[in-house]
């Protein structure tokens, strides 16, 4: 007898992972990352449309995208020209409890969800170490997350993600499809303006 597995392969979901005041010091650490980095938004390739989630980031490298470089890796933000501030001590702690990664992170992509916003399906692999794990933390409102398999067609299943949780992709989960179809609006008080920030913890480069 074998039955599918309820989660897919190679996604560990940790559900409440970090308690209220972890996610109350998280926010403000971000506040203070968002100060100096501001969010911005970022524009799809080729056409330039912007995208609903706005953006910044933390770390060696970031995740940029706009309509003439397209998808990439950058050391500046794109509108300041700034190095990116330092990945805060606190999530690289996450990063070491559970990502079972030997190496640190480099990037650390900060997205904002106003009530409207979504994130089409899409694949992550504009890093170079597509076998490292990403770490993602969510935080304010909950959200439908939504997970297939690496062909765009293949079935997918979705996830209520609240503020909180912590969802680890790696091993055969790294490569699938996923993607954001909505925000749950007012129904995290974590925020005071409400909304949803995910933050994506990402190893860039080869392992060394
Ligand atoms: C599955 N972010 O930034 S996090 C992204 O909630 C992104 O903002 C979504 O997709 C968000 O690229 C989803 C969960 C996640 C992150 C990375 C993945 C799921 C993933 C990489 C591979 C497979
Ligand atoms: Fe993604």
């Known amino acids: 007898m074998s039955k599918a597995p309820s989660v897919p392969e190679g996604l560990g979901f940790f559900p409440g ?26 524009e799809m390739p080729r056409t330039g449309k912007p995208m609903s989630v706005r953006m910044t980031n933390c770390g060696a490298l970031g995740w940029v995208t706009d309509r003439d470089g397209g998808y ?6 794109p509108r300041t020209g700034a190095p990116w501030p330092p990945i805060p001590e606190r999530l690289l702690g996450i990063w070491r409890d559970v990502s079972g990664d030997e190496q640190l992170p480099e990037a650390c992509l900060v ?19 597509l076998v ?5 933390i969510s935080l304010g409102d909950a959200c439908l997350f939504r997970i297939g398999g690496t062909e765009r067609k293949d079935p997918t299943k979705s996830f209520r993600l609240e503020s909180g949780d912590i969802v680890v ?4 989960s790294r490569l699938r499809f996923h993607g954001v179809d909505r925000i749950y609006p007012s129904t995290s008080t974590l925020l005071k303006n409400g909304g949803r920030i995910n933050l994506t913890l990402r190893r860039v480069g080869l392992n060394t």
């Open 17 to 42: 992972y970090l308690d209220r005041r972890e996610q109350e010091r998280l926010v403000e650490t971000i506040r203070s990352v968002v100060a100096s980095a501001p969010l911005y938004t970022p």
């Open 72 to 77: 990439r890796y950058q050391k500046t933000h």
């Open 111 to 129: 997205n904002f969800y106003d009530d409207d916003a979504r994130m089409g399906l899409h694949q992550d692999k504009d890093e170079q170490n």
């Open 132 to 136: 490292a794990p990403v770490v993602s």
């Open 169 to 172: 992709l790696g091993g055969a």
